[in-house]
């Protein structure tokens, strides 16, 4: 039986906030259709039916997956015209040609001749042709053909003169966005991978190919997108339905639009030591940003008169994990390590007062990287006005 109370979970819980994630989607798809450029949202930060609902206005249609266990997902709950934007692994030919045939539309990325040749050793029945973008290295550093390689318009070239094989588009991800801080450096690298794709297909057309689309995306840039991006025709963020402390530092968002959080509580006192125990550990947050920040793993959600009577900045803020009654700043706890099953908390600095953190109260972490937390929870609990109105269950696997 679903609760209705956020006090009676069992923890550690991942807690989603349904405005907030309507709110991050709605605002994303306005941006782009003024832009008039066409939105695929990337459905690997959440993985769930309702919440790849809500991203596509409830169309089913025009998503983006990493993962071909999600894309069978979504196929399986009525969505079409699904990108799998991973390289094309050599195992998963057949899974993807079952998708192909199976859906309307279904499209695969490629930066290998061994997956262009893999494709064409397994032609596609009913009269239907495999659906291709070439993935472009824009300096991001991760996958695809660098765009300043031969190798990138000879593979397109191949791509376009395929039989039963088509060059849909070609796609790049700016995730060098992720080490900018602040909307100025943010543009500065959405500039630059629009510009080089652009240029690229320019390339293209010169040589006798036109046709294809072409795609970038990231969360930071599609948070702040610059005015060339209106000549793009899709872009495919995903972290912005959920944002997270890192977009917050990195500019994409503030801490209010984060809309998840993960419940915990306190679980040991520890006075010889200073500190508290809770019981979320790596498995429930993930070590995703180990370093990163001053007040450990996460931030903690809590009284809101810190922000009206700081002066602080945004960035500094962060050093502080709120906690829903006051407590002066000195002896704020920071989530100082965590193994598989605990965490271990400790203030900033002075003496924790325990009194004010009995065992069994809540805490309330907003966790670095949203879609690494997410990945650890086998079940969302979602809220709408402080009361918890449904669950949602993200799909797993490869």
């Known amino acids: 039986?679903?609760?209705?109370?956020?006090?009676?979970?069992?923890?550690?819980?991942?807690?989603?906030?349904?405005?907030?994630?309507?709110?991050?989607?709605?605002?994303?798809?306005?941006?782009?259709?003024?832009?008039?450029?066409?939105?695929?949202?990337?459905?690997?930060?959440?993985?769930?039916?309702?919440?790849?609902?809500?991203?596509?206005?409830?169309?089913?249609c025009c998503i983006t997956v990493s993962t071909v266990a999600e894309a069978t997902f979504y196929a399986d709950h009525g969505f079409d015209d699904i990108l799998y934007a991973y390289p094309l692994p050599l195992d998963k030919v057949e899974r993807c040609a079952q998708l192909s045939e199976r859906l309307s539309l279904f499209h695969v990325l490629v930066d290998s001749t061994a997956a262009l040749h893999a494709l064409r050793q397994r032609p596609l029945q009913g009269g239907k042709i495999w659906r291709v973008w070439l993935k472009l290295d824009c300096d991001n550093g991760r996958a695809g053909v660098l765009y300043?390689?031969?190798?990138?318009?000879?593979?397109?070239?191949?791509?376009?003169?395929?039989?039963?094989?088509?060059?849909?588009?070609?796609?790049?991800?700016?995730?060098?966005?992720?080490?900018?801080?602040?909307?100025?450096?943010?543009?500065?690298?959405?500039?630059?991978?629009?510009?080089?794709?652009?240029?690229?297909?320019?390339?293209?057309?010169?040589?006798?190919?036109?046709?294809p689309k072409c795609s970038i995306g990231s969360t930071p840039s599609c948070s702040h997108p610059v005015p060339d991006m209106a000549v793009l025709s899709e872009v495919h963020p995903g972290n912005y339905v959920f944002y997270d402390v890192q977009q917050s530092l990195i500019g994409s968002c503030s801490l209010d639009d984060v809309a998840v959080r993960v419940l915990t509580r306190v679980i040991g006192h520890y006075p010889h030591r200073n500190q508290l125990l809770v019981d979320c550990g790596w498995t429930a947050l993930s070590l995703d940003g180990h370093g990163r920040l001053p007040s450990g793993y996460a931030v903690i959600e809590g009284h809101p008169d810190l922000r009206s009577e700081s002066q602080l900045s945004a960035s500094s803020l962060l050093i502080y994990w709120y906690v829903p009654f006051p407590i002066s700043p000195l002896h704020f706890p920071r989530l100082v390590s965590m193994t598989q099953e605990h965490g271990r908390v400790e203030p900033v600095s002075g003496n924790l007062d325990y009194s004010k953190f009995p065992l069994g109260s809540a805490l309330s972490l907003i966790p670095y990287h949203a879609c690494a937390t997410a990945a650890m929870h086998p079940v969302y609990f979602v809220l709408s006005e402080g009361a918890v109105v449904d669950t949602w269950k993200p799909t797993r696997g490869w």
């Open 148 to 211: 300043s390689e031969p190798l990138a318009l000879l593979l397109a070239k191949d791509i376009w003169q395929s039989e039963r094989v088509e060059l849909t588009g070609v796609y790049a991800h700016c995730g060098n966005t992720y080490h900018c801080s602040g909307v100025e450096q943010i543009q500065a690298i959405a500039q630059q991978t629009t510009t080089l794709i652009l240029q690229f297909m320019e390339k293209l057309k010169d040589a006798g190919i036109d046709g």
């Open 1 to 60: 039986m679903l609760s209705k109370r956020v006090g009676d979970l069992c923890t550690p819980a991942f807690l989603v906030d349904l405005e907030k994630v309507k709110q991050n989607a709605r605002v994303m798809q306005e941006r782009f259709q003024k832009m008039g450029v066409q939105l695929r949202p990337h459905m690997k930060t959440h993985k769930t039916v309702e919440c790849g609902d809500i991203m596509t206005g409830g169309s089913r």
